[in-house]
């Protein structure tokens, strides 16, 4: 829900109850902490503001993004003869149409970096800004290469907010606030990679926006998303985390330390992952708040009544009274 806000920002309330109810979120939710949306929602959501305000990155920087731009700057690195070259031509685009920043690219020994830098003169990029201009040159790079590229390290200049736990549904990598750089880390090798994509394949990727480069998939091998896809294969099941341990061929102090390590714990990715399943089935079919307790591992309503409150801050019959959606 802070990606929700962080775009309606600038909207007035009948706009936010409109764009949110097309959207599928019901109004009541937008002012709950740690209320959550789905990838759905957010996209949809995403499209129609882009559309209403003819710019692809909504409010964020101080000009527009006028629809199209991601169209062109695709078409601006598709001939470009690897990927070093192509994330160049990525800085060099967006100097030319915005003054809010810099985006620096370059190797440092074993490393690529991809660097943003505020402009002192500019008016400074949010939070918000930084995140989703690192979220589009990781999206972008990973597609042009034709393989998702993993992350080293991503490291923003802004103190650890309270929301940082998503980050790892953002970000295929660990994460580190509060240092002097807004910046992507990744083994150097992949800027030798040629780009594999051509003209043809840029019209699904542009009409899957910003889900193809906005959410990491859960197919990615950091350890919260194996053992995330896990428990949900096993649902209505709760496998302890030694039985997780086995299933994975690792010992549970390699599980744990792994976990630590990406920010995270066991109980966290267990609680995640019954959340974010409970929420898309409330907001997508019409079952029963009683069958999707019992589904997602709970013996009672009550329990995960009491359960969802804890996550979400609201009660799962808040989730079910969504608005119109978009067809």
Known sequence: ?????????????????????????????????????????????????????????PGIFRRPLRNGTLKYLCLSLLDAPRLEVALHRFGQFFHLILDDFRLESRRAGALGHVELTAEPSGPGVSELGRELMLKLVHGVASWLVGKRIPLAMVEFDFPRPPRADDFLYLFPGPVQFGGGHTRLSFDAAYLDLPIRRRKADLKIFLARAPEDWIFVSFAEQMMCYRVRQYLADCLPATPTIETVAQALHCSVRTLYRRLTAEGTTFQAVKDEMRRDIAIQRLTRTTDAIAAIAYDIGFDSPTAFHRAFRHWTGSTPKAYRTMPERLH
């Open 1 to 57: 829900m802070s990606l929700v806000n962080g775009f309606l920002a600038g909207a007035d309330p009948a706009a936010m109850q409109r764009m949110a109810g097309r959207s599928g979120i019901a109004y009541g939710l937008l002012k709950t902490p740690g209320a959550r949306v789905t990838e759905e929602q957010f996209s949809t959501l995403y499209r129609l503001l882009a559309t209403e305000l003819d710019d692809e990155m």
